[in-house]
């Protein structure tokens, strides 16, 4: 048993549908461009390039129905709604025909992003971490397990801010589908039990201001209601 000097920080977790127990989450792992639309949206070919990563720390999670404070350094929220696979069962080099089988169960994800200092960030060639890896940046949905939804891979994906639609599209038209994801991912790092994997957003990213209502979901999966508190 570990003796620590201060009191160890509390596990950060994920709701799962229908359960008492809570998913322990590890790390956060996000795919960039991973919808052509979107790609383009932002400027780039999107011409299967293979997919990249970059994180979210585990506690930047944040269960559906919270509010969350309006970050601080940005004037430019946006949202970014995602089907999240969570790994139950860990690997490295996992093959894509092998690699279904370490997922635990999926959610329905926002990847928040201050815009603008991603925006600074691309520019300055500097790292993504503060654009993307700030509080609250992870609000993730109830986890559904395989073993009773399967493994999604077509249907409605959608957001909206105050019940204006801004993102649809379909989980069909991910340029790199979950099996790769998990393929690419685990060569770069072992993936572990705990691992939450946001696997990219389609078209339609914008602005959310404070006191705005963000409402998305996955058809077949659920949804998840974030409320954006004042400044
Ligand atoms: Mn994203």
């Known amino acids: 048993?570990?003796?620590?000097?201060?009191?160890?920080?509390?596990?950060?977790?994920?709701?799962?549908?229908?359960?008492?127990?809570?998913?322990?989450?590890?790390?956060i792992f996000c795919v960039g461009r991973n919808y052509a639309a979107h790609a383009r949206e932002m400027g780039h070919d999107p011409d299967r390039e293979d997919p990249f990563f970059f994180t979210k720390p585990a506690d930047a999670v944040v269960d559906s129905g919270a509010t969350i404070p309006y970050p601080p350094l940005t004037s430019d929220l946006h949202h970014e709604i995602e089907l999240v696979?969570?790994?139950?069962?860990?690997?490295?080099?996992?093959?894509?025909?092998?690699?279904?089988?370490?997922?635990?169960?999926?959610?329905?994800?926002?990847d928040l992003t201050r815009r603008d200092l991603q925006a600074e960030a691309k520019k300055?060639?500097?790292?993504?971490?503060?654009?993307?890896?700030?509080?609250?940046?992870?609000?993730?949905?109830?986890?559904?397990?395989?073993?009773?939804?399967?493994?999604?891979a077509k249907g409605r994906i959608w957001l909206s801010v105050d019940n204006e639609t801004r993102q649809d599209a379909d989980l069909s038209d991910l340029i790199w589908p979950v099996a790769n994801v998990i393929a690419f991912c685990s060569k770069a790092v072992r993936l572990?039990?705990?691992?939450?994997?946001?696997?990219?957003?389609?078209e339609g990213v914008g602005r959310v201001d404070p006191g705005q209502q963000i409402t998305g979901g996955i058809e077949g999966l659920g949804e998840i209601s974030i409320q954006v508190g004042k400044r």
Do not use: Q
């Open 124 to 152: 300055a060639a500097r790292p993504w971490d503060w654009a993307k890896g700030f509080d609250n940046s992870a609000p993730c949905g109830p986890l559904r397990p395989v073993e009773s939804i399967g493994h999604p």
């Open 1 to 27: 048993m570990v003796e620590f000097v201060i009191p160890a920080p509390e596990v950060p977790s994920v709701a799962v549908a229908g359960h008492v127990g809570r998913f322990p989450v590890r790390r």
């Open 85 to 110: 696979a969570a790994i139950g069962k860990g690997g490295n080099d996992i093959p894509v025909e092998a690699a279904l089988a370490h997922v635990w169960g999926y959610a329905v994800g926002i």
């Open 192 to 202: 572990e039990p705990g691992d939450l994997i946001f696997t990219g957003t389609p």
